[in-house]
C-alpha cells in the first residue's frame, strides 16, 4: 500500500503534490518524493521519512516546472532502503518517470525478459522499477522522436504493458517533454482517481490515489479510472483515456473499505465512511442473533478506523459507547509499519487506556481487522489490566486466513493469527471472552449499500482466491524465501536522492 499523485497544471506544481501527498501520508510513512517536470529537464527529490522530513523549502525551490508526480511510500517488495523511495525514472525513451502503488506477482519473469530481451539494466529489487522499464521498452520498440509521439504510441505500448505485468497497480508517471500519464492493473485492484479544476479558463489535472488529494485543493472528482484503462494528458491539456487491457474486469481491493482508505475518501464510487458505519450496523445485528440475552455493559473503539463504526454497534445493541483508549497522534499506523518488533514497541507508545471506563464492565471492544493478532491480544491485555470485568472483541472484516499479494504487507501464512485456526482458537489465543467477525457476504453488502454498481471485489486474504490467477503454494515459498533473504542481508544505504542537486 503506497500513495501516488500526479498533477500537470498552468503553473509550478511542486506545492500542490506536497499538499496531496500530505493528505496520503497514512498510506505510506516509510519514505516520500516528489518529481517535477520543466519542459525536458526533471527534478527529482526523495528520501525516508514522511513528508515533511524527506522535502523540506530548499528541495521545493528547485522542484519548478507545471507537471510532477509525487509517492508515499509503505514498503512491501524490496528493501526499504532510501535508494528504493519512488518515484523512478530512466533517460531513454524521452525520460520517463513513474511513481507505483500496488504489487506485481510475475517479477522473476519480468526481470528475466528486460535483462535478456529489452537490454535493460535493472538497479533495485523494486517491482516498481521494473514496471517502469517494461513501458520504456514497449515505448522504445516504436522508434519515433519525441516530436513524432503520439498518445496512440502510448496506448499501444499499454496494451502490451497489460499483457506482461501481473498483479495489482495504479501507476501515475511524467514523459518529459510530453505530458502526465497514468492507469490501473486490469482489475482495478488498487485505488486510482481522477480529478480537474479551472484555473484562469485552463484545466487543470490531477491522478492520485484517493479523492481526499483532490479534495485539498479544490478538485472536481471526474471519477475513478477504470480497470484496465490508461490515460494521457498532453501538455495543452488534452486528456485522453482508453481500456487497454484484455478482459478486465472491476474487482477492487475490499480490504481499502474496512482499514486502509481514508474515511473521507470515494473509492469507486463507495463512500469509505458510510460502508464502515454499515458494517458496525451488520456486526451488532449478527451479535444480537448470537448473543440474544448479551450482558455487554459498554463499546469501546479501538482508534481509529474502529471507531466509525462502533457507534452503530452500540446504537443496535442499545448499549453506551465510550471512548476508552486515547491515542498518541505521534505514533504512526502500527499495520503499515515494516516489521513485527517495530509494530509492538509501538502499541503500548500508541494507546493508553482511561480506567474508569473498564472497570468492572463487559466491554466490547470494536476494531476494524485483525491480523496479525499481537495487537489484539495486547490490546487486551490493557483492557483487564484497567479493571475489565470481560473482555470482547468484534471485527467488522471477516477472518484473515490468507496473504495478500497486491501491495499488503502480509507476506506469510504463518504470521496470520487466522490461518488454519477456528474462531474459538483465535479468541483463546488473544484472550478474549467473545470474539465475532463479519461474514464475507456481510462486508460486501456493507461496501454495497452506497454503491450497488460495484459487484466483484478482491476478497483474498479472507478467502484465497486471487482475483490474477498465478498464485499457488510454490509461490508462497518463493515470496517466504526471499524475505529471509532480505531480513539476514545487508542493505546497503544510500542516504537521500536529489537529482537536481545532491547534499
Not at 487497454?244 to 469509505?272: H, K, Q, T, W
Request: with cysteine.
Amino acid at each position: 500500500m503506497c500513495g501516488v499523485v500526479g498533477i500537470l497544471g498552468k503553473e509550478a506544481v511542486n506545492q500542490k503534490i506536497f499538499d496531496a501527498l500530505t493528505m496520503l501520508q497514512h498510506r505510506g510513512q516509510d519514505a516520500a518524493g516528489i518529481l517535477t517536470c520543466d519542459g525536458y529537464h526533471m527534478s527529482l527529490r526523495k528520501d525516508k521519512g514522511l513528508v515533511v522530513e524527506a522535502i523540506r523549502t530548499r528541495h521545493m525551490e528547485r522542484l519548478q516546472g507545471n507537471l510532477g508526480i509525487g509517492h508515499v511510500r509503505y514498503p512491501t517488495a524490496g528493501s526499504d532502503s532510501e535508494f528504493e523511495a519512488q518515484p523512478f525514472y530512466v533517460n531513454s525513451p524521452y525520460g520517463i518517470a513513474l511513481a507505483h502503488n500496488g504489487n506485481l506477482i510475475n517479477t522473476d519473469e519480468i526481470r528475466k525478459n528486460l535483462l535478456e530481451h529489452d537490454f535493460r539494466h535493472i538497479n533495485t529489487s523494486s517491482d516498481s522499477e521494473l514496471l517502469l522499464n517494461v513501458l520504456a521498452a514497449e515505448l522504445h520498440k516504436a522508434e519515433v522522436s519525441l516530436t513524432n509521439f503520439s498518445t496512440e504510441i502510448f496506448f499501444n505500448a499499454m496494451r502490451r504493458v497489460y499483457q506482461r505485468c501481473i498483479g495489482g497497480y495504479a501507476v501515475v508517471g511524467v514523459i518529459a517533454g510530453a505530458g502526465l500519464f497514468a492507469f490501473r492493473d486490469p482489475h482495478g485492484i488498487r485505488p486510482l482517481v481522477l480529478g480537474k479544476k479551472e484555473i484562469n479558463g485552463v484545466i487543470e489535472y490531477m491522478v492520485a490515489s484517493e479523492t481526499v488529494a483532490l479534495d485539498c485543493d479544490g478538485y472536481e472528482v471526474m471519477g475513478d479510472l477504470k480497470a484496465g484503462e490508461a490515460i494521457f494528458i498532453n501538455l495543452d491539456g488534452q486528456l485522453e483515456r482508453k481500456v487497454c487491457a484484455m478482459n478486465a474486469r472491476l474487482s477492487p481491493c475490499i480490504f481499502e473499505y474496512v482499514y486502509l482508505a481514508r474515511p473521507d475518501s470515494v473509492i469507486d464510487g463507495a463512500s469509505v465512511y458510510s460502508a464502515r458505519l454499515e458494517m458496525g450496523r451488520i456486526a451488532g445485528t449478527n451479535i444480537l442473533r448470537e448473543l440474544s440475552k448479551h450482558d455487554i455493559d459498554v463499546v469501546i473503539p479501538v482508534p481509529d478506523s474502529g471507531r466509525h463504526a462502533a457507534l452503530p454497534l452500540s446504537c443496535v445493541l442499545d448499549v453506551p459507547y465510550r471512548e476508552g483508549f486515547v491515542k498518541n497522534r505521534y505514533v504512526g499506523r502500527t499495520f503499515i509499519m515494516p516489521n513485527q518488533i517495530a509494530r509492538q514497541k509501538s502499541i503500548r507508545k500508541k494507546l493508553n487506556t482511561i480506567d474508569h471506563e473498564f472497570k468492572g464492565k463487559h466491554v466490547l471492544l470494536v476494531d476494524d481487522s485483525i491480523v496479525r493478532g499481537n495487537t489484539s491480544k495486547l490490546i487486551v491485555e490493557m483492557a483487564r489490566k484497567a479493571g475489565a470485568r470481560k473482555v470482547s472483541i468484534v471485527s467488522t472484516a471477516p477472518v484473515v486466513r490468507y496473504p495478500n499479494v497486491y501491495g499488503i504487507d502480509m507476506p506469510t501464512h504463518e504470521e496470520l493469527v487466522g490461518h488454519n485456526r477456528s474462531i474459538d482458537q483465535i479468541a483463546k489465543w488473544i484472550g478474549v471472552d467473545h470474539l465475532f467477525y463479519l461474514s464475507i457476504d456481510d462486508l460486501i453488502q456493507a461496501v454495497n449499500k452506497n454503491a450497488p454498481q460495484l459487484t466483484h471485489f478482491d476478497t483474498s486474504v479472507f478467502d484465497g482466491n486471487y482475483v490474477t490467477g498465478g498464485i499457488n503454494e510454490a509461490y508462497f515459498a518463493c515470496l517466504l524465501n526471499k524475505r529471509k533473504n532480505q531480513d539476514t542481508s545487508t542493505v546497503r544505504r544510500l542516504g537521500s536522492v536529489d537529482i537536481h542537486n545532491q547534499e
